[in-house]
């Protein structure tokens, strides 16, 4: 500070305005900090926080207790414990006046238990669709666990894709297997109804549509009229809300002792299913669970009659004793075409047999058996000169 300053300061300058014009402050500034200068010396002339002294706004110490409290309890129980969630939470406890979103955000926050975290924010999804009513879809997936020693274990789903009602979840031994993924549709029906569509990822007990055949999961719910619908191999954002359920129930299982068998493991998986579906409000239904939003809505119903099978088309090459894979069966079409590419067409038991343009043999299969032989009073046509596959 130069001399004429601290002297400006200490009151002994006559021409105020003149000396604010040179320093180019406002009047209002000079007086604030004479002031300051005259009670305070030097040190009065550091800049002062402009932090209010009382916050009459703020939410008192007890309330912070309790949302930090609830914290707690719901992430010891593996649930969701963010700030939406632990607003439902005390909603639901019936607590007295409940802060805002907001307000536990910045509780929490300021309690240093948030940690900001921009790189993990997910990317916004460019197209969201929900069915209109329940049973109208539902999506079906499994996944692995482990038991207490490391066997590993299959956990099979499906769930409501309108109100996200987890309508089955069951567990078994090793990999996912037909058996289980099947038993868990049958107690969701058993449940919730028989659903008009089913959506699944493209692993081979749920289709076998991309490897020529139709698999049992497929052809036991068009027997039923549901139509079964598949994800773009690679793309599991079609199948997203079951993907999404998995994260859920891994963060829940992981707050609990690893089961020890298989039974154990199914009776954790009731207490999950009881309380994703009743107990723990969802963000994309606004905070209703998913039992409130099954039962808001008329259900679809599938169609009243046996769907058609699917005509599948496959390409293979005839072995060298003169048959050709035609999934489930092996048809023999003759050794003259030993090499050859064949195109075959399946409309539920009736197969034709093409070699380019040229239909070299038509049958309908017979079920009970695997190996489809020839017709020794029809001979299997060739072309005047075949052509080996390369």
């Given at each position: 500070m130069d001399i004429r300053a601290a002297t400006a300061l200490a009151g002994q300058v006559q021409n105020v305005a003149g000396f604010c014009r040179e320093q180019g402050i406002s009047r209002t500034t000079f007086y604030k900090f004479r002031r300051r200068f005259l009670d305070e010396g030097l040190a009065g002339l550091q800049e002062h926080s402009r932090?209010?002294?009382?916050f009459p706004g703020q939410t008192s110490a007890e309330v912070e207790e309790v949302v930090l409290r609830k914290r707690k309890q719901l992430l010891e129980a593996g649930a969701d414990y963010g700030p939406q969630s632990i607003v439902w939470a005390l909603q639901r406890e019936g607590f007295g006046a409940v802060p805002s979103r907001a307000s536990v955000w910045r509780i929490l926050t300021r309690h240093g238990v948030i940690v900001a975290q921009p790189q993990k924010r997910p990317k916004s999804a460019t197209k969201r669709f929900t069915f209109r009513r329940p049973n109208e879809c539902w999506q079906s997936d499994w996944t692995g666990w482990a038991l207490a020693?490391?066997?590993p274990a299959a956990i099979a789903g499906s769930l409501d894709d309108h109100s996200r009602y987890l309508v089955g979840l069951r567990a078994g031994?090793?990999?996912?297997?037909?058996?289980?993924?099947?038993?868990?549709?049958?107690?969701?029906m058993a449940e919730c109804g028989v659903p008009a569509m089913s959506l699944a990822d493209n692993g081979f007990v749920y289709t076998g549509k991309w490897r020529g055949f139709e698999c049992s999961f497929e052809a036991n719910l068009r027997a039923l009229g549901t139509v079964t619908i598949n994800s773009r191999p690679f793309h599991p954002q079609?199948?997203?809300?079951?993907?999404?359920?998995?994260?859920?129930?891994?963060?829940?299982?992981?707050?609990?002792?690893?089961p020890a068998t298989i039974?154990?493991?199914n009776d954790l998986l009731d207490q999950f299913r009881e309380f994703y579906n009743h107990q723990r409000p969802h963000r994309a239904l606004h905070g209703a669970t998913p039992a409130e939003?099954?039962?808001a809505t008329a259900k679809a119903r599938p169609a009243d009659r046996t769907l058609a099978a699917?005509?599948?088309v496959t390409r293979h090459a005839v072995t060298k004793h003169g048959s050709l894979f035609v999934a489930p069966y092996q048809v023999h079409v003759g050794v003259c075409w030993a090499g050859h590419l064949c195109d075959s067409v399946r409309d539920g038991e009736h197969i034709a047999i093409f070699s380019g343009a040229v239909l070299v043999r038509e049958l309908t299969a017979n079920p009970r058996k695997i190996y489809q032989p020839g017709d020794k009073r029809i001979r299997t046509r060739r072309t005047p000169a075949p052509k080996p596959a390369p």
């Open positions: 932090r209010p002294l009382t020693d490391g066997a031994p090793g990999d996912g297997t037909n058996e289980l993924v099947w038993s868990v549709m049958v107690a969701g079609t199948c997203g809300k079951i993907e999404r359920l998995w994260q859920t129930l891994k963060k829940w299982l992981r707050a609990r002792p690893a039974a154990e493991l939003a099954f039962a699917p005509v599948l």
